[in-house]
């Protein structure tokens, strides 16, 4: 079992930053590939990005590629998800996921863990 607690999202400007924690509990965390995902009112959940078991492998959506910035601490138990540049089309609830391939999946089918999620709004 593996629980998840996001944190960190809040308020911003267009242009400015936030960083997302996702903290987990368990003492499996290092072997689950994690991937943060988000969902906008009358939106479906989308990939946003993904990171596999060592870190070693990371993946974005084409929408986040360049601003997005996947990462993770084993050691910690903790995945993160720094953000630059955002945009007001960024805001949404900002959810981070486990799955226990170890492969960090752009599908949200292969999690099996979810986290409660955390609001980002970007004003324009």
């Known amino acids: 079992q593996v629980q998840l607690v996001e944190s960190g999202g809040g308020l911003v400007q267009a242009g400015g930053s936030l960083r997302l924690s996702c903290a987990a509990s368990?003492?499996?965390?290092?072997?689950?590939?994690m991937g943060w995902f988000r969902q906008a009112p009358g939106n479906e959940r989308e990939f946003v990005a993904a990171?596999?078991?060592?870190?070693?492998?990371?993946y974005y959506a084409d929408s986040v590629k360049g601003r997005f910035t996947i990462s993770r601490d084993n050691a910690k138990t903790t995945v993160y998800l720094q953000m630059n540049s955002l945009k007001p089309e960024d805001t949404a609830v900002y959810y981070c996921?486990?799955?226990?391939?170890?492969?960090?999946?752009?599908?949200?089918?292969?999690?099996?863990?979810w986290g409660q999620g955390t609001q980002v709004t970007v004003s324009s």
């Open positions: 996921a486990a799955e226990p391939y170890g492969m960090g999946s752009r599908g949200a089918r292969a999690y099996i863990y």
């Open positions: 368990g003492r499996t965390f290092s072997r689950y590939g």
């Open positions: 990171i596999s078991w060592t870190g070693g492998s990371t």
